[in-house]
Nanobody, 125 residues
Framework: QVQLVESGGGLVQAGGSLRLSCAAS????????MGWFRQAPGKERELVAG???????YYTASVKDRFTISKDNAKTTVYLQMNSLKPEDTAVYYC???????????????????WGQGTQVTVSS
């Protein structure tokens, strides 16, 4: 499995921006599709954005046009740029890695074999 460490969370006012980073180590980074999930209290963990091995991206509807996922294979790091943040974006954000086909971004959390420890994002109104 690959080891994942997230950073970049924090407290921000509504309308502000944050950039999350997820550094991977231990296995060949380019073999993995990467996802950013979030979980708010009392809610299920949901896939916010994902990027396939080929660079295809996926976004859940509530973050389209606000969030951007990207990756740097040389730095074995995946990023989540979050703009125009809303209070409903408040959650713990997790980075995850999945082995899958070249252009696939798995939607099901069970497909992801490695998870980071999570980073808190709090958006105040």
């Amino acid at each position: 499995q690959v080891q994942l460490v997230e950073s970049g969370g924090g407290l921000v006012q509504a309308g502000g921006s944050l950039r999350l980073s997820c550094a991977a180590s231990g296995r060949t980074f380019s073999n993995y599709a990467m996802g950013w999930f979030r979980q708010a209290p009392g809610k299920e963990r949901e896939l916010v954005a994902g990027i396939s091995r080929s660079g295809e991206s996926y976004y859940t509807a509530s973050v389209k046009d606000r969030f951007t996922i990207s990756k740097d294979n040389a730095k074995t790091t995946v990023y989540l740029q979050m703009n125009s943040l809303k209070p409903e974006d408040t959650a713990v954000y997790y980075c995850a890695a999945a082995v899958d086909s070249w252009m696939v971004v798995p939607r099901n959390p069970l497909r992801y074999e490695s998870w980071g420890q999570g980073t808190q994002v709090t958006v105040s109104s």
